[in-house]
């Protein structure tokens, strides 16, 4: 159990143009999800949490409006990336914590965007 | 400001050898560590806590507070150990902050 879903695995987009990243929590109900962004061979920094039926409270330095994130049931949470550029070109991650239990983060498999 | 440091990004140790992953952190509150590992092409899977005060495929971890480090250690390294590993500290947010990843390499 305890399974997150990323859609779609990698996304390729012209520079301007919005995209939609999903994570879904398959099999249990996820109160809070993270959304990380990870540039190559480096670390997960996170960028915002997600809290179902609330407004995402983002991490210094993100900006909300460029990453629009919303959690609108128990086992979705949507990251848009607005207007997207090439420096906005990275492996976005999220991480779901099984409702109850906010100690434990399940990761997906991460979304490849690249921004030509 | 929290903060976790992994001082090598890369370790190669020979199959059968010991193998310590160094993991120290920096957080004003009591800190709640984590070893997270990421094999090729695979997700970030959980590999242990200190809370737990457990052994995973081999690994134990054991949070010193008066060293603020929180190691990786195995006595015997596998092949199949071969991965990216990040550690991580859980703040009162519930957030995770991660350190920026050791790749162990264990050499047949």
């Known amino acids: 159990g305890a399974v997150v879903s990323q859609h779609p695995s990698w996304v390729i987009c012209k520079s301007g143009t919005s995209v939609k990243i999903e994570c879904r929590s398959l099999?249990?109900?996820?109160?809070?999800m993270f959304w990380y962004r990870q540039f190559p061979k480096q670390s997960l920094m996170l960028m915002a949490t997600?809290?179902?039926?609330?407004?995402?409270?983002?991490e210094q330095g993100v900006e909300k409006d460029k990453f629009l994130i919303n959690h609108a049931s128990l086992t979705l949470s949507t990251l848009t990336v607005t207007s997207a550029h090439p420096e906005d070109s990275s492996f976005y991650i999220c991480?779901?914590?099984?409702?109850?239990?906010?100690?434990?983060?399940?990761f997906g498999p991460g979304t490849r965007l690249t921004v030509t | 400001a929290q903060r976790v440091t992994q001082p090598e990004k890369l370790l190669s140790v020979f199959k059968g050898a010991p193998v310590e992953l160094k993991c120290n952190y920096s957080?004003?509150?009591?800190?709640?560590l984590f070893w997270y590992v990421q094999y090729s092409r695979q997700r970030l899977q959980l590999l242990l806590r200190?809370?737990s005060r457990e052994s995973i495929k081999g690994f134990t971890a054991d949070l010193n507070k008066g060293e603020t480090s929180f190691h990786l250690k195995k006595p015997f390294a596998q092949e199949e150990d071969s991965a990216m590993y990040y550690c991580?500290?859980?703040?009162?947010?519930?957030?995770?902050?991660f350190g920026k990843g050791t790749k162990l390499s264990v050499i047949p």
């Open positions: 200190h809370i």
């Open positions: 991480s779901a914590s099984r409702t109850g239990e906010v100690r434990e983060q399940y």
């Open positions: 957080y004003s509150g009591s800190p709640e």
């Open positions: 997600s809290n179902e039926g609330s407004k995402a409270t983002y």
């Open positions: 099999d249990f109900q996820a109160t809070t």
């Open positions: 991580a500290l859980m703040l009162s947010s519930y957030q995770l902050t």
